[in-house]
Nanobody, 126 residues
Framework: VQLQASGGGSVQAGDSLTLSCKVF????????FGWFRQGPGKEREFLAG????????YDVDSVKGRFNVSRDGIKETVYLQMSTLKPEDTAVYYC????????????????????WGQGTQVTVSS
């Protein structure tokens, strides 16, 4: 599977932005998808994920209530809707996919996702 992230850009604090992750490959409906970000000088961190059933998981207290992950099976695209953006949200955002679905388990670690998109830069100015 190949992933192509897009939608990043430069915005002002308080603005909204929606990132897209187009998925190329078979069995879109069976993958779990995750969104990560890596800020300057920081580790790559898990933000949110969505599995084949539409179940979602959010991590990082700072994005809860502001970010929303969704998927469109027809367009085979995963989205990350971001609102009330802050300067500390500045980072390269990545989408990732996991095809090793385990009942009752939701992958959150970077090494649990074997497939990655190229990343899209989000810059938030104050």
């Amino acid at each position: 599977v190949q992933l192509q992230a897009s939608g990043g850009g430069s915005v002002q604090a308080g603005d909204s932005l929606t990132l897209s992750c187009k998925v190329f490959g078979r069995s879109f409906s069976t993958y779990t998808f995750g969104w990560f970000r890596q800020g300057p000088g920081k580790e790559r961190e898990f933000l949110a994920g969505i599995d084949w059933s539409g179940r979602t998981l959010y991590d990082v207290d700072s994005v809860k209530g502001r970010f929303n992950v969704s998927r469109d099976g027809i367009k085979e695209t995963v989205y990350l809707q971001m609102s009330t953006l802050k300067p500390e949200d500045t980072a390269v955002y990545y989408c990732a996919a996991d095809d090793n679905v385990i009942a009752g388990f939701f992958p959150q670690a970077r090494d649990e996702y074997p497939y990655w998109g190229q990343g899209t830069q989000v810059t938030v100015s104050s």
